[in-house]
């Protein structure tokens, strides 16, 4: 598949795992992600390994996360082979917040098509501080 379609179906899989987030079903992302995913998150002390913890994370998020509008800002897919990786910022909006993310996800092509195998989430910084020599 050319890599610009490739690109094209991880931004589309991405966006409707999101949309789903979105109404509060975590499920779009646990649907696209491998049994071995790693997942990053700045709500966690550390990394969450594999799909079965990642399912007892996110069913006590299930119902609890709405956001009203958002947008994927300057997503970028690398594809070398069977991985991709695509780099965004995501802008969330709900309930008078907005939140800000920089957000890198690592899929991997297989038998069951593409599928995440790395999440990482952080906060994007409003202002970085200068760093002084």
Known sequence: MPVDE???????????ALDRWGRGDPDGFLEISAPDVAYFDPFLPGRID????????????RGQIFID??????????VQGEIAILTYCFVSRGGGDEMRWNTTEVYRHGADGWRIVHTHWSF????????QA
């Open 50 to 61: 594999g799909l079965s913890a990642l399912r007892k994370y996110y069913a006590e998020l």
């Open 124 to 131: 994007t910084q409003p202002v970085l501080a200068s760093l």
């Open 6 to 16: 490739v690109s094209l179906q991880i931004i589309n899989m991405e966006r409707a």
């Open 69 to 78: 509008s958002n947008e994927i800002v300057d997503p970028e897919v690398k």
